[in-house]
């Protein structure tokens, strides 16, 4: 069985492949529904961000000087919102639709034209999210969801049209990833090469293929949540009412038992890229393949139970408490091992620090801080003081910005030469990676002092001993918001041209993806290969 | 040799069927947690919830009184936004023996010019103090009307189980009275 191979396009050149807009409303090509994913992550991280930039420059000072606090409260929920749901998690997608099939030798994704649905039921639902902004502009409703993103109830029970608007969107983007999930599952089942087990797979489909399955386990359960509020809100149901039988706790372990598993969705793609850039940059093979993957899903597994430790404070049994903590804390081994991993695939490797692995360094750096604090975080006696404080945002922040997003841009600089067949510019990439750095540590770390010191989380205005402190973290978020401009030009910059990239692009790739020309050619692999794993 | 390589594609029908599965039974966990999560509350007294229905005398589990202990018991009660009434425990504080049954009331009062409807929740602290303490009557078993300006007394009569841990020597009911849902059901 060396060479298989399959007459994927009977009609040949694609004579009758419509272009212009038609040919993106109605790809099945994964690698356009990837392009397709990437630059709608890319626009919503610009919505997103241009929202929590507002937000800063209203906590630059105390008092009121910008906006309303109602205002106020709708930024910051839907910046969350927009964020996870329309940036962190499209981008995954993206990165899952272009790589896994040239990464198993696969022709396409196993369902190409859910594929294409999937992705477009996104603008739909980020509009349903934003929409409500610009209804209050003609005297609509009273704007967003204002809630934050956590959409607790009773709140969220009485909140204005934004809340409905938000469950919708919640509905139909809990449907694209479903979907997108099926499809990645399916693709990865069933469609390796000959040759590829599912222990040598490449860790970046082992990361997707644990994230899928944690999508199709706890996304229904926050679509089961928000429908509850729902029909709390129009049809006379009590879920959530303490005064009709309900529990408005309930709905915080129905929203965290989806929203922790969802740190690690958001996060475990990217660990799955990450030993594949530092394998490339010290040109030396990944550590530790069969352990990360044991770690991965030691970690899927884990982040299925300890859900509580967001609401370690609201009044939960000390047995129940001792036990969120310690399987929080826990969590901390798998992570260690990939941590370990990581240090050992570069320990004594002949390392050059391309903007991806700039990335990847400066990624394993903070996202340890990550890490460390959210240790802190889960001690349930600690927790007690620092529980909705900036000591959380901060935490999170150090997560979710270099743990996801910055573990994206690395994805990003690693592969855009494999998908373009252009490299794009090292000197504006490493400006980029330092500006990003820089700022990033600017705007956070300061925060993880206000919280220490007492100031509480989602307030537009504050006592005057944290002006200091959060002039300078506004200061850092408008030079971190205006450096992403930079990765935005020198995307576009690599898609218009540039030096030719080599199929293999870096000196010390490995792995199936690297075979084909950059870009790949329509149909990834026409001729299947076989996995010298 | 060529087409034999590749899966055939009805091998994807299963398994997706199987996945679609997987997430419909976990959209039905979702709802299943409602009845699920009351039932463990009851049962461990997660959230000091206390049991919704009344005992009857005859099925409080044998147990004599201990008078050699003693326990505190106190009663606060909230007013939650919306209901216009004043209401407040007519004994804050009182001390009982593990097993002995007890009466104690609350005055209530709608300090409005309409009829109003309330509900009261009751909760215990500590929570774990919470399936001790047995409801034989409560007026938070169904919601109450006051006429405007009417007051009532209104009556609760528990006991404390005689197997509740010595560590508690001091236990707490709270009871929130709201405004009634506008559609029970």
């Known amino acids: 069985m060396n060479t298989a191979t399959h007459a994927l396009d009977p009609h040949g050149a694609h004579a009758a492949a419509p272009t212009g807009i038609l040919r993106w409303l109605t790809t099945t090509n994964h690698k356009d529904i990837g392009t397709m994913y990437m630059t709608f992550s890319l626009l919503m991280f610009f919505v997103g961000g241009a929202m929590i930039l507002a937000v800063r420059a209203e906590l630059f000072q105390p008092g009121l000087q910008l906006m309303k606090p109602e205002f106020f409260n709708q930024l910051i929920g839907v910046h969350a919102l927009v964020m996870i749901f329309a940036a962190l998690m499209p981008a995954a997608t993206g990165f899952a639709n272009w790589m896994i099939p040239l990464m198993i030798g696969a022709p396409d994704m196993a369902l190409p034209r859910l594929n294409n649905w999937g992705f477009w039921l996104l603008p739909p639902a980020a509009i349903l999210l934003t929409l409500p902004f610009v209804l209050a502009l003609f005297g609509i409703g009273d704007g967003a969801v204002a809630t934050g993103w956590t959409l607790y109830a009773p709140l969220s029970v009485q909140g204005g049209i934004g809340v409905d608007f938000a469950i919708f969107a919640i509905h139909i983007l809990g449907v694209s990833s479903i979907m997108g999930s099926i499809n990645i599952i399916a693709t990865i089942l069933n469609m390796r090469a000959p040759g590829m087990t599912l222990m040598q797979m490449p860790l970046f489909c082992w990361g997707w293929l644990v994230t899928a399955v944690l999508l199709i386990i706890t996304l229904p359960v926050l679509a089961g949540g928000v429908t509850m509020l729902l029909t709390d809100r129009h049809f006379g149901t009590h879920f959530f009412d303490a005064a009709g039988g309900g529990d408005p706790i309930l709905f915080q372990h129905l929203f965290w038992f989806f929203g922790h598993p969802e740190v690690y969705i958001l996060l475990l793609p990217v660990w799955g890229l990450m030993p594949h850039v530092l394998s490339t940059f010290t040109r030396k093979p990944t550590y530790g393949h069969t352990a990360q993957v044991w770690s991965f899903i030691a970690i899927g597994v884990l982040g299925l139970v300890v859900w509580a430790h967001h609401f370690l404070t609201a009044g939960l049994p000390v047995p129940a408490l001792l036990y969120f903590m310690y399987s929080t804390m826990s969590i901390s081994l798998p992570l260690a091992v990939l941590f370990f991993c990581w240090i050992a695939t570069m320990w004594r490797g002949a390392m050059s620090f391309e903007t991806p692995m700039l990335f990847a360094v400066g990624f394993i750096v903070l996202f340890g801080i990550a890490g460390l604090t959210g240790l802190v975080l889960a001690d349930v006696a600690a927790d007690a003081q620092y529980h909705h404080s900036y000591f959380v945002v901060a935490h999170f922040h150090y997560a979710l910005f270099t743990g996801g997003i910055m573990g994206v841009m690395t994805g990003v600089y690693y592969w855009l030469p494999k998908w373009t067949g252009h490299m794009y510019s090292e000197k504006l990439g490493k400006l980029h990676f330092w500006l990003t750095v820089v700022s990033f540590n600017l705007t956070f770390m300061p925060q993880f002092f206000l919280g220490l010191a007492g100031m509480p989380r989602r307030i537009p205005d504050y006592a005057l001993q944290f002006a200091e402190f959060n002039a300078i973290s506004t200061v850092g978020s408008f030079i971190l918001g205006l450096s992403q401009l930079i990765f935005a030009y020198n995307i576009w910059r690599c898609v218009k041209g540039g030096e030719k990239a080599s199929d293999a692009v870096w000196e010390g790739t490995s792995g199936l993806e690297w075979e084909l020309s950059s870009p790949p050619p329509h149909h990834s692999w026409e001729t299947q290969p076989v996995s010298k794993a | ?185």
């Open chain 2, 1 to 185: 040799m060529s087409e034999a390589a590749l899966p055939p594609p009805r091998r994807h029908g299963r398994l997706v069927v199987r996945l679609l599965l997987l997430a419909a039974v976990f959209f039905g966990f979702g709802f299943a947690l409602v009845p699920l999560y009351d039932t463990l509350c009851a049962a461990i007294g997660f959230n000091g919830k206390t049991l919704k229905d009344a005992i009857a005398a005859k099925d409080l589990p044998p147990s004599v009184v201990n008078y050699q202990r003693k326990l505190g018991v106190q009663f606060t009660s909230t007013l939650m936004p919306g209901l216009p009434w004043e209401i407040r425990p007519l004994e804050p504080a009182i001390e009982i023996h593990p097993g002995e049954l007890r009466t104690t009331r609350f005055l209530v009062r709608n300090l409005s010019d309409q009829t109003i409807v309330g509900q009261a929740v009751p909760s215990v602290t500590p929570t774990v103090a919470a399936r001790h303490f047995r409801k034989l009557d409560c007026f938070c078993f169904k919601q109450q009307t006051l006429a405007p300006g009417e007051s009532r007394e209104m009556a609760l009569t528990f006991i404390v189980d005689g197997d509740i841990g010595d560590e508690i020597s001091e236990l707490t009911l709270a009871y929130a009275f709201f405004p009634a849902p506008k559609d029970p059901g």
